[in-house]
């Protein structure tokens, strides 16, 4: 098993590690300074792709493997790395002034695959030949790149596929040409950069794109009949065969959802399935094709609830696999000898996500796999022999476990126990437990909350609220994981520290997440002063000084919140808010708000700038200056508006921070900072 490790002495430098099952020990593969020494110099193409990616740091970022198992592929410093395992060695591939990425080894391990320059190369690893495959890519033409949307909405990384037999490699070919030119600025410390970006903003153009069969003997594409409709997109692609590609043809209100099939041999597609809905489609990627049988794997919606179904190759639906009022999370692995399917899902409670199997014949229902309650994130063996269980509960820091299929723990790879040199240990005993519950709202749902009492908890005392809140669609923070620390440091310094996920929110089902639809900011609100009701219900909690954090959506939220329920929040804090969904981009905003095109009352009515005179408390907004995700225009804009109605409020801008601001002098100077402002305007003054 391998896996990339931080440095001691510098947890943002990766190498490349091994664990050996056989004698319980690790041992470093690939020291990423003996194959680069210094900083990277990235390309502006390749920090957006790090930035959608979530990837940060340096050395050894990504790898893949071979499809035999014997050797590994990864890119560093903007080159291609080819590592033998039996031999131990690591071989340069490429060494040019243009990046590689997006590198793969081919399904038989004939070739090594990359994008360069916006088009597809090949590298023989028998000969040692490079091959470019596509030669028409550059400026605003990518081939086989996902692009802006797919990387930051559909969590769709990659723009080209290969066939098993390794003859065809599909691809998407992106012309980002329609796209508004959007000319921003990035403000560091030193310089202010100006920055030309394609933002396909709601209501405006998005990319063409055509999908391609590039055969790899010829160099030739054929191009698919993708139909009348031009603006769509195309969130996925998978072969079902050497000689079946199967694409999900997407409209552009993500109202409905195809998914396709197309014949390599007789040239024609056919319509497998089609999901529809009211609101919106979510993605998935659920879709697994079975080797030994015409019949495929599909999740869906369509009763209320995610969950899985069996299909055979003609589009006939063999049999549910799954049903009742919980929700699949995702497909984990397919045991086609044993006639099992493995999943995670929420079937025990909405709060903990959990490894189950279910016979894909129908003869058993499903049966609870994970032992441990909490949060398990799964990675299966290609021949689900066993699993990888990374874990975390509300008492238990992250851990990384061995299993057998059945779920009978083999052997930790990290167990993290708090014990004496953890960096934890000596906090222990004073760590504060929250408490979960849940009550009804008077609209007769159920929110489920999580409550930290403050550390010396009294309950004959009152005590100041800090609501940190997310809110938005596709997230959940309500659940038996470890928790952000920073909740815990506030807990420590006096504060009950509360968190609900109201309507909207994902694992629910689509009543709970779907009353969102055109109305983003309203039933959100709602819940939220809900949930400050039930607060004040507490003996002990001052419900004169409740305060509201939020990051992203949950800055939106922040906003929303002190300009709409002044009267229950005394303070707030937005961080790198939407402010104006006409801002944001098309794929996430349309799903949830239409076009603002025939919606544009609903996208005004979602806005935060019709409720700025409602603000009555101090408000604290912070934003990267060089976020490309939530553009600094979201706040610039809403300084303004508020400097023009005369209302105060406190501003902290991050020069060269991207959305997520990452780095630590740049999260302690935050966090030191928020905790600060709500100690200012939420502690009574003795």
């Known amino acids: 098993m391998t896996f990339l490790k931080g440095r001691e002495e510098d947890y943002n430098r990766y190498d490349l590690w091994e664990y050996n099952i056989a004698d319980g020990k690790s041992r ?24 959608r990616q979530r990837i940060y740091g340096s050395g050894i970022m990504e790898y893949t493997w071979s499809e035999n198992g014997k050797s590994l592929l990864f890119p560093l410093a903007g080159d291609v790395y080819y590592y033998d395992l039996e031999r131990g060695t690591a071989k340069r591939l490429t060494e040019t002034e243009a990046f590689e990425t997006d590198v793969r080894v081919s399904p038989k391990g004939r070739y090594v695959s990359f994008i360069r320059d916006q088009n597809i190369f090949i590298v023989d690893l028998q000969t040692g030949r490079e091959r470019q495959l596509t030669r028409d890519g550059g400026g605003a033409i990518k081939n086989g790149m996902a692009e802006f949307v797919a990387q930051e909405e559909m969590d769709r990384m990659t723009g080209y596929w290969w066939s098993p037999d390794e003859r065809h490699i599909a691809y998407l070919r992106v012309d980002e040409s329609p796209v508004d030119e959007v000319v921003r600025s990035e ?67 993500q109202q409905k959802l195809e998914l396709r099939l197309y014949d390599l041999t007789s040239g024609k597609t056919r319509k497998l399935l089609t999901e529809t809905s009211d609101t919106w489609v979510n993605l998935h990627d659920d879709l697994h094709f079975l080797k030994d049988s015409d019949s495929f794997i599909w999740s869906s919606e369509r009763d209320g609830y995610k969950h899985l179904y069996l299909y055979d190759l003609k589009g006939k639906l063999l049999r549910q696999l799954t049903e009742g009022d919980w929700a699949v999370d995702e497909l984990s692995a397919v045991d086609e000898e044993r006639a099992l399917l493995y999943f995670t899902g929420r079937k025990d409670t909405p709060l903990e996500r959990h490894l189950y199997a279910v016979d894909l014949n129908g003869k058993e229902g499903v049966r609870r796999v994970s032992r441990r309650a909490g949060m398990h994130g799964i ?27 059945d779920g009978e723990r083999i052997t930790w790879l990290e167990e993290n126990a708090v014990v004496k040199g953890h960096p934890l240990y000596p906090y222990k005993k004073d760590w504060i437990v929250p408490e979960f519950g849940s009550f009804k709202a008077p609209e007769g749902h159920q929110l489920y909350y999580r409550l930290y009492k403050p550390a010396g908890f009294d309950a004959k005392k009152k005590y100041p609220v800090l609501v940190f809140l997310y ?28 968190t609900l996920d109201n309507r909207g929110s994902a694992h629910r089902g689509t009543a709970f997440e779907n009353p969102i639809y055109k109305r983003m900011g309203t039933v959100e609100v709602d819940d939220q002063v809900a949930g400050v009701k039930f607060l004040r219900s507490l003996p002990y909690v001052d419900g004169d000084n409740i305060g509201v954090y939020g990051h992203s959506y949950g800055g939106y939220m922040a906003l929303m919140t002190m300009f709409k329920a002044g009267d229950y929040f005394k303070a707030g804090v937005s961080g790198a808010p939407v402010t104006d969904w006409t801002l944001y981009d098309t794929h996430y905003t349309e799903r949830y708000m239409g076009n603002p095109n025939t919606d544009g009352e609903e996208y005004q009515a979602s806005s935060v700038f019709p409720y700025v005179d409602g603000l009555k408390g101090p408000l604290l907004i912070y934003h990267g200056m060089a976020d490309d995700n939530v553009l600094f225009t979201n706040t610039t804009r809403l300084i303004k508006t508020m400097q023009d109605k005369g209302k105060q409020f406190e501003l902290m801008t991050y020069p060269g921070k991207k959305h997520s601001l990452r780095g630590k002098p740049t999260r302690i100077h935050m966090y030191t900072m928020i905790a600060r402002f709500f100690d200012r305007h939420l502690k009574s003054r003795g």
């Open 471 to 498: 809110g938005g669609p596709h997230a959940q923070l309500v659940t038996n994981s470890w928790d952000r620390e920073f909740n815990q440091y506030m807990a420590q310094q006096g504060y009950v520290v509360f």
């Open 28 to 51: 470093i593969l690939v020291n990423s300074d003996s194959l680069h020494k210094g900083e990277e110099q990235l390309s502006d193409e390749e920090k957006a792709r790090r930035e």
């Open 379 to 405: 990675a299966f063996a290609k021949d689900a022999s066993g699993y990888i269980d990374k874990f975390s509960s509300i008492t238990t820091p992250p851990q990384v476990s061995l299993h057998r299929a």
């Open 187 to 253: 403000i560091y410390a030193d310089r202010i950069e100006m920055i030309r970006q394609r933002y396909p903003a709601a209501g405006r153009p998005n990319v063409k794109i055509q999908l391609g069969l590039l055969d790899i003997d010829t160099g030739k594409t054929r191009w698919l009949d993708l139909g009348k409709e031009e603006d769509i997109y195309i969130p996925r692609v998978d072969w079902a065969r050497d000689d079946l590609l199967s694409y999900q043809w997407q409209n552009r209100s």
